[in-house]
Structures are given as structure tokens and as C-alpha cells.
């Protein structure tokens, strides 16, 4: 009998581990997104193939779920063309840095910020919702199109940030060759 009781303490104990390390992992997000780092090609070729291949993962997911879930195709375009335009503003405000090294960029850390506390809101909304439904007022999966309007806001962000970031790592190479 003892042991069955392990089973539930065992789950608890990682829902509490992980409400622990959520605001540390999500401050940690914040610090990496806003450092100095160097523009590696390879890196910077292999993170815009795997955006891209998410991206369509992502849409295809909210074409299933728009089955159940209400308008979840156009939530996750209207997130997609935000993030479009975020990830735009984000290349302006990016400050680059052309070394003997290589490429360096400095993304700008207010909308680094800005993203990063997007991203803890819909958490604490999802964790809102979840317990609305957990005690039985009403139906809450409707209302999950905010999820994928986030998520498309998020890809398409890093999609034109790569894409971009990409495109200023060939014209200083075509310079550096020079």
C-alpha cells in the first residue's frame, strides 16, 4: 500500500520541481536572448531550416486542432504576421558588429524582454485556464486560440530574425572576402 502512494507524491514532487524552475529557466531565456554572441554560419543555416520545418509542423498542428479548437488556423497566421513584423523591428534594433573574428550581434534586450514576459503570461493564463476547468466552470479548450496566436507570434519572430541574421552574414562575408 505504501508504494501506491509513491505514484502520486513522485508526480507531485516534479509539478512542484518544475513550478520551482519555471521563473529560473524563463529569467535564463531573458539573459541568453539579450547577450553578445557570434553569427556562426552553419548555426545560423541549420536554425533557419529548423524554423522553417516548424513552422510548418506548427501549421499543420493548428489545422488539425482547428477541428476542436475555434479559428486555430487563423489564431496561429495572426501571430505569424505579428511575429513577422516583430522579427523585423527586432533586425532594426539589432546592433551588429563586424570583427577580424566574424559577425557579432547584440539583439536589443527590451524586446528580448518583451517577448520573454509574452511568453510567462500565456503560461500563467494557460495555468488560469486550466484550473477554470479543473473546477468545472464552463468549457475552456474554446479558448485556447490564444496559444496558437503566441506560438505563431514566437516562430514567426525567429523565422525573419534567422532569416535576416542569415542574409547580413552573407554581405559580411562577401566583404570580408573582399
Do not use: C
Not at 534594433?93 to 563586424?98: G, P
Not at 536589443?108 to 500565456?122: D, E, K, P
Not at 506560438?151 to 566583404?175: C, D, E, I, V
Request: proline share 4%; net charge positive; glycine share 12%.
Amino acid at each position: 500500500m505504501p508504494l501506491l502512494l509513491l505514484i502520486p507524491l513522485a508526480l507531485l514532487a516534479l509539478v512542484l520541481l518544475w513550478a520551482l524552475l519555471l521563473p529560473i529557466g524563463l529569467i535564463q531565456r531573458y539573459r541568453y536572448g539579450k547577450a553578445r554572441r557570434r553569427a556562426l554560419p552553419w548555426a545560423v543555416h541549420l536554425a533557419a531550416a529548423l524554423s522553417l520545418l516548424s513552422l510548418l509542423i506548427f501549421f499543420f498542428s493548428a489545422w488539425l486542432v482547428g477541428h476542436w479548437i475555434d479559428d486555430a488556423p487563423l489564431y496561429a497566421g495572426g501571430g505569424l504576421l505579428a511575429g513577422l513584423l516583430l522579427g523585423a523591428l527586432g533586425l532594426a534594433l539589432t546592433r551588429f558588429e563586424h570583427e577580424p573574428k566574424g559577425l557579432y550581434y547584440t539583439p536589443n534586450r527590451w524586446l528580448i524582454l518583451g517577448l520573454t514576459l509574452i511568453v510567462a503570461a500565456r503560461i500563467v493564463y494557460g495555468l488560469w485556464q486550466g484550473a477554470q476547468g479543473w473546477s468545472g466552470h464552463g468549457a475552456w479548450l474554446p479558448r485556447q486560440g490564444s496559444l496558437f496566436a503566441v506560438g505563431g507570434l514566437l516562430l514567426g519572430y525567429y523565422q525573419l530574425y534567422t532569416l535576416g541574421l542569415r542574409r547580413r552574414l552573407r554581405r559580411f562575408a562577401l566583404t570580408a572576402n573582399a
